[in-house]
Nanobody
Framework: QVQLVESGGGLVQAGGSLRLSCAAS????????MAWFRQAPGKEREFVAS????????YYADAVKGRFTISRDNAKNTVYLQMNSLKPEDTAVYYC?????????????????WGKGTLVTVSS
């Protein structure tokens, strides 16, 4: 089992920045690809960004490319999501995810473990 706990959400004005963190415990963190998903009210959960076990490879949804950066620190068992130039449409609950595959983690069905989420609200 892998336990994931997100933090760093909150209220921010449009154009502002936030950094989300996800602390992992349980099985060896560095064995897993990690990702962030988000779910806005009334919408499906959607992929945001992913990072390979080593951190050498990343992948982003088009909606956040150039504004968000995913990173990880395997020594601290933590993955981060730096969010810049935030827009009201970025408002959502953000979920941390872990999977054994860097490819399949881009889909909800490919995720092995989920966190409980942290709320990000961007005001206009």
């Amino acid at each position: 089992q892998v336990q994931l706990v997100e933090s760093g959400g909150g209220l921010v004005q449009a154009g502002g920045s936030l950094r989300l963190s996800c602390a992992a415990s349980g099985r060896t963190f560095s064995n897993y690809a990690m990702a962030w998903f988000r779910q806005a009210p009334g919408k499906e959960r959607e992929f945001v960004a992913s990072i390979s076990w080593s951190g050498a490879n990343t992948y982003y949804a088009d909606a956040v490319k150039g504004r968000f950066t995913i990173s990880r620190d395997n020594a601290k068992n933590t993955v981060y999501l730096q969010m810049n130039s935030l827009k009201p449409e970025d408002t959502a609950v953000y979920y941390c995810a872990a999977a054994t595959s860097f490819i399949t983690i881009r889909t909800k069905d490919g995720v092995n473990y989920w966190g409980k989420g942290t709320l990000v609200t961007v005001s206009s």
